[in-house]
Each structure stands twice: as structure tokens, then as C-alpha cells.
């Protein structure tokens, strides 16, 4: 079956800038996360949607959010863009209430 | 949210069986304990998930004592492809997210 898709692989932006991640996930997984990837900081959870509705949220500033439409596919949006948010962004998704989580292969952003 | 501990990093040759434990004293009576692998570039990928005892599947083993406070990932017969981090998280009904620490980076020698 098709894992989680993330789009697009790779991005480059300006400061200032904003940007839109999309993530589909597995058939049938409600859950969609989000998680930031950098050298220092490592994993960090930005947020988790299940149903359209946000259930949790991570220590991140309002610059990041995120939305889940009726297929269970989601975005995340940053906006005004800091060289600082260059990072790997992860998608998960999974079944209610199973804690394996599937990720995609994240897309990389570069802030210049 | 349970903190866990593990070995910054580890090394091993090839064939031999290596075990990585985690530790996580305040582990909740609802949480599971399950571990990801991670590849450069790439999404941590699921390994194995349990509650107590011990799970195995085809890739690892899951080793969990009886108070739980610790859990021992082992893998089998490591080959090259193994090189990776090996993340333990702790998670429970309700949270609704993974914390993930430093986790463990795993070098595979030949």
C-alpha cells in the first residue's frame, strides 16, 4: 500500500517568505502530525490533527500552523519565514489509537 | 510525558546481536514503549511497540522487566544496512504526539 507522501521533497525560500507543506496520508489513517528535524534540536512535535480538528500542539511560535481537510490529507504553513526554520518537517500518520506511526520521507527546507 | 535515556552511540561488527537500552523511570501505567529507526534524510521508520515482557517480531526483540523501567531493543545478527539511530519513546493513550530524544546512533562495522 502507499506509505505517507510529502510535497515537495525540496524547497528553497527567503526570509520573510511563507511556505505550504502538504502530506498525504496511508488510506484509512486519521491522524496526521507534524514534527520539526534539525541538528541541534532533533524531533520536536508541532502538532497532531485527527478529523480536521487540532488535538495537540507542540512549544512552536504562531508562525507555524497547520490545517487537515475531510480526506485526513494536511498541511502545515509557515509564515514569515526565519533562517532558523530551515529543517527537515516530517509528516506521520496513523490509525486512532495505534502508537505506530508511519512517517514520510519529510521535506527539506532551506531559508536563505 | 516519560523521559527516556539512552547510549548516545554504540558500535558493533557485523553478525553479532546488539542490544541498546533505554531507561525511563517514570514511565505511566498507560504507556507504551516503542522504537523507531532513522536513516539520514529520512523519516524515523517503526521498529517494534510493547507494554510488557517481550515482543518480537521479524526484524527485533522488545525486552521489558517487570517494572518497567527500562526497555532493551535487541537486533539480531546486524548487518551494514543497520547503521541507523535508534530512537525509544514512551507514549500513552491521549497524547496524541511522539517525543523523541537524542536517540541512539547505531554504527555497523564490517
Known amino acids: 500500500k502507499a506509505g505517507v507522501t510529502q510535497t515537495p521533497r525540496y524547497l528553497i525560500k527567503t526570509r520573510g517568505q511563507q511556505v505550504t507543506l502538504s502530506c498525504s496520508p496511508i488510506s484509512g489513517h486519521r491522524s496526521v502530525s507534524w514534527y520539526q528535524q534539525t541538528p541541534g534540536q532533533g524531533l520536536q512535535f508541532l502538532f497532531e490533527y485527527f478529523s480536521e480538528t487540532q488535538r495537540n500542539k507542540g512549544n512552536f511560535p504562531g508562525r507555524f500552523s497547520g490545517r487537515q481537510f475531510s480526506n485526513s490529507r494536511s498541511e502545515m504553513n509557515v509564515s514569515t519565514l526565519e533562517l532558523g526554520d530551515s529543517a527537515l518537517y516530517l509528516c506521520?500518520?496513523?490509525?486512532?489509537?495505534?502508537?505506530?506511526?508511519?512517517f514520510g520521507s519529510g521535506t527539506r527546507l532551506t531559508v536563505v | 510525558l516519560a523521559k527516556t535515556t539512552q547510549p548516545i552511540s554504540m558500535d558493533s561488527y557485523e553478525g553479532q546481536e546488539v542490544n541498546i537500552t533505554c531507561s525511563h523511570n517514570n514511565i505511566a501505567t498507560n504507556d507504551y514503549i516503542t522504537w523507531y529507526q532513522q536513516f539520514p534524510s529520512q523519516g524515523p521508520r517503526f521498529i517494534i511497540q510493547g507494554y510488557k515482557t517481550k515482543v518480537t517480531n521479524e526484524v527485533a526483540s522488545l525486552f521489558i522487566p517487570a517494572d518497567r523501567k527500562s526497555s532493551t531493543l535487541s537486533l539480531p545478527r546486524v548487518s551494514l544496512s543497520d547503521t541507523a539511530v535508534y530512537y525509544c519513546?514512551?507514549?500513552?493513550?491521549?497524547?496524541?504526539?511522539?517525543?523523541f530524544g537524542k536517540g541512539t546512533k547505531l554504527s555497523v562495522i564490517p
Open positions: 506521520a500518520s496513523s490509525i486512532e489509537g495505534d502508537y505506530g506511526y508511519t
Open positions: 519513546l514512551v507514549a500513552g493513550a491521549g497524547s496524541y504526539q511522539l517525543t
